[in-house]
Structure formats: structure tokens, C-alpha cells
């Protein structure tokens, strides 16, 4: 039987984090990235053409705070499922997050471990959030 392969789209203003978060994704069975964008603009572009199962976004992608984009891409397209990553570990940041429906919070310094069991955990309906994120760790 044919199994449609789990599509992620990749957004962050840095190439070479892209490019190592594609080499994660390509060493996992059945997922596969189908489109990048280094900024809120180019995602949008991508999004006009694919409609991926999951979109991984660094929370500073440039000018995704100061927009909506996230929310509404949510609001059209239910079905996709958001995993930021972020640099901070700061409470807003994972505030932010929350509050544009992510299913997944990844903070990068622990992104080689993390990212693979996050998707996994995102793929199969649940949620992740870095424990160097979570709210018991803040002050």
C-alpha cells in the first residue's frame, strides 16, 4: 500500500539552518521537506502552491511578530501543524507560540536531539515543547 509522505516546509532567515534542519528530516523515514522560505513573504509564496502537513518556523523568521500570518495560516489550513523554533527560552517566546496554535516548540541549542522526536510527536497528534522552554523551568 502507497503512504503519502508526511510534507514539512521549512521558514527561517538563515539558510544554513535550513539546511540542517533538511538533513534532520531527510535521515526520517516517510517525511519530506517540499518547500523553504527565509522570510514571511517567501513562505507565503510557497504556501500558495503546497500545502504542507507541517511547517517548521523560527520565531524571529523576519516579520513574522509583527504580522498575523501565522494565525491565519492556521485559520485556512486546519489541518497543518506548526512547530517553531526559537533561539530564547523565554516564557514570551513560547507564549507566542502557543498563542498562533503551534503543536511544537523547539529551542535551537537542543534542535539536533529534539526536532526528530518533535515531529514524531506533532505527526502522531500531540504536542512538544522543549523542557528547556517549559514553564516550570522559567523564573
Same mark, same amino acid.
Given at each position: 500500500? *502507497?503512504?503519502?509522505?508526511?510534507?514539512?516546509?521549512?521558514?527561517? /532567515?538563515?539558510?544554513?539552518? +535550513?539546511?540542517?534542519? +533538511? +538533513?534532520?528530516?531527510?535521515?526520517?523515514?516517510?517525511?519530506?521537506?517540499? /518547500?523553504?522560505?527565509?522570510?514571511?513573504?517567501?513562505?507565503? =509564496?510557497?504556501?500558495? @502552491?503546497?500545502?504542507?502537513?507541517?511547517?517548521?518556523?523560527?520565531?524571529? @523568521?523576519? #516579520?513574522?511578530? #509583527?504580522?498575523?500570518?501565522?494565525?491565519?495560516?492556521?485559520?485556512?489550513?486546519?489541518?497543518?501543524?506548526?512547530? *517553531?523554533?526559537?533561539?530564547?527560552?523565554?516564557?514570551?517566546?513560547?507564549?507566542?507560540?502557543?498563542?498562533?496554535?503551534? =503543536?511544537? *516548540?523547539?529551542?535551537?541549542?537542543?534542535?539536533?536531539? =529534539?526536532?526528530?522526536?518533535?515531529?514524531?510527536?506533532?505527526?502522531? /497528534?500531540?504536542? *512538544?515543547?522543549?523542557?528547556?522552554?517549559?514553564?516550570?523551568?522559567? #523564573?
Amino acid at each position: 500500500m *502507497f503512504k503519502r509522505p508526511y510534507s514539512v516546509v521549512l521558514a527561517d /532567515g538563515h539558510q544554513l539552518v +535550513r539546511q540542517g534542519v +533538511r +538533513r534532520i528530516i531527510e535521515a526520517m523515514d516517510g517525511i519530506q521537506v517540499v /518547500g523553504e522560505a527565509g522570510d514571511v513573504v517567501q513562505l507565503l =509564496e510557497v504556501l500558495k @502552491t503546497k500545502v504542507p502537513d507541517l511547517l517548521i518556523v523560527d520565531i524571529s @523568521t523576519p #516579520n513574522l511578530r #509583527n504580522t498575523e500570518s501565522i494565525r491565519k495560516i492556521k485559520e485556512l489550513q486546519v489541518r497543518i501543524k506548526i512547530i *517553531f523554533l526559537s533561539m530564547h527560552d523565554h516564557q514570551e517566546y513560547l507564549n507566542y507560540a502557543l498563542d498562533q496554535g503551534a =503543536e511544537g *516548540f523547539i529551542v535551537k541549542p537542543n534542535m539536533d536531539v =529534539e526536532l526528530s522526536p518533535a515531529i514524531e510527536k506533532v505527526r502522531q /497528534g500531540g504536542t *512538544f515543547i522543549s523542557p528547556l522552554a517549559s514553564p516550570s523551568r522559567q #523564573n
